[in-house]
């Protein structure tokens, strides 16, 4: 295992606390992941200097450069590890934990804080663009709340970035507020009518899966179209999507490849793994093996789960491209990772299996369990085998039946779907309960 997904592992089975000092649990649970004893003695000091428990407490906020350069400096000159390493680890843990560190110099800090002040004085005295950039600016500080409060002082006065940051605001930070999605579309409609783009995306996306408005997917797509055409890549993503679902539109696969293949060339991860299911497919276009594999491999790079579980299947079974074992399980990994069941349960194969890598069935057994929670049929097919076998888990005949019994009703129920719509079930069908801005 990497360093890392060793010290998730930790973090995961023991929480942030195990970081925070000296913690007899911690040397024997880095030891049985196979962490190497240099690292180990590493983190240890790092710990005893009290460093990690600044860095944990901070994060996610901003470490001043030099004084972190000093600590860092100070405990590599006591126990001889790089200063780059020691600053490495620091990383690691922070992340193992869900954090980033973010290190500024005390002369980048001072002159963030100069430019806010002059902005602030800019935004009291009636300045839009002030009023607007400090909303945002307290957006980007986590500080939604009085964001809100200059964004609606723009948006009031007619600003439809103003309207358009509120509208988002309501949607994704103010979720526990009664009707959020109801504010966040009239904020978005009034931007529209201004003929915003980005605002005709976000009310046509919010239309199309009936939030905080009626659903009036008809509505939905001409308002996404239109955005589209003004050349929003978030908008040519959801138009392509709903032609290839003929939600809205009638259904037109052509129309859905042009439309997926300009947000794909756009940067839009999702619409790049798309893409990539239409060449594998021939859907709206030719069959071609070989631009799947380009643009599965360009979503994968910015994080997509699905292209990078795709990608491992291709590498481990040398599809269309050399076998590369040890680049399918990083794959595996790094989707089973975001929580893809399908990839859960791949990788659980793999261990099982010990041919790509070496044999873990505990670890397969967590990972099936994973999938098969999230409702991957074949996942709770090989769980029930585990148990009747005692395998990776105790024996336990009772846990066996239950996971068969919901492989079959799974099993049943995707045959169902399929009868009813009379088309094999396509991933790269729209998902209608997903937010598409949310990448």
């Known amino acids: 295992m990497e360093p890392i997904d060793i010290l998730k592992e930790i973090a995961t089975k023991y929480g942030k606390d195990i970081f ?19 690292r180990i003695g590493r983190i240890k000091s790092i710990i005893k200097t009290g460093l990690l428990s600044e860095l944990i407490e901070s994060a996610p906020g901003a470490i001043d450069l030099d004084l972190f350069s000093e600590r860092v400096e100070a405990i590599s000159n006591r126990t001889k590890y790089p200063a780059n390493a020691i600053e490495q680890t620091c990383k690691w843990i922070l992340k193992s934990i869900g954090a980033e560190m973010e290190v500024k110099s005390s002369k980048t800090a001072a002159s963030e804080l100069e430019g806010a002040v002059h902005l602030l004085k800019s935004a009291e005295q009636g300045d839009l663009k002030s009023i607007v950039d400090l909303g945002l600016h307290y957006e980007s500080l986590g500080n939604f709340k009085e964001a809100a409060k200059w964004l609606a002082k723009a948006g ?17 930070k103010f979720a526990d507020l009664p009707k959020h999605y109801d504010q966040a579309v009239a904020w978005f409609r009034k931007a529209a009518d201004l003929n915003d783009p980005d605002a005709q995306y976000a009310l046509g996306t919010l239309q199309v899966l009936g939030l905080g408005t009626g659903k009036n997917p008809k509505s939905g797509a001409k308002l996404c179209l239109a955005s589209a055409l003004s050349g929003n890549a978030k908008a040519k993503l959801m138009y392509g999507l709903l032609c290839l679902e003929g939600e809205g539109v009638a259904k037109n696969q052509s129309e859905a490849f042009i439309w997926l293949k300009e947000a794909a060339e756009a940067g839009e991860m999702e619409a790049q793994t798309q893409l990539g299911n239409l060449y594998a497919h021939g859907v709206g276009t030719q069959r071609n093996i070989s631009e799947s594999i380009k643009w599965h491999r360009s979503a994968a790079e910015q994080g997509s789960a699905e292209s990078q579980c795709v990608l491992g299947y291709i590498f481990a079974n040398g599809i269309n491209a050399d076998k590369d074992e040890e680049e399918a399980v990083k794959l595996y990994k790094s989707a089973a990772d975001q929580g893809l ?88 069908n729209l998902k209608r309960n997903r937010k598409p801005w949310n990448n």
């Open 341 to 428: 069941p399908e990839a859960q349960n791949l990788l659980a194969k793999v261990y099982l299996e010990g041919k790509l890598t070496s044999k873990n069935p505990d670890l397969a057994a967590k990972l099936l369990t994973q999938s098969a929670e999230s409702g991957n049929a074949q996942a709770c097919r090989l769980l029930s085998e585990l148990y009747q076998k005692g395998i990776g888990v105790e024996k336990d005949p009772e846990s066996s039946r239950k996971w068969i019994n919901k492989a079959n009703f799974l099993e049943n129920e995707s045959f169902q779907e399929h009868e009813a719509s009379q088309q094999i079930p396509d991933r790269s």
């Open 156 to 172: 009031d006065q007619g600003s439809a970035k103003a309207m358009v940051a509120l509208g988002w605001l309501y949607c994704e």
């Open 20 to 38: 925070l000092s000296s913690n007899s649990a911690l040397k024997p649970a880095l030891e049985g992941l196979g962490m190497k004893k240099s």
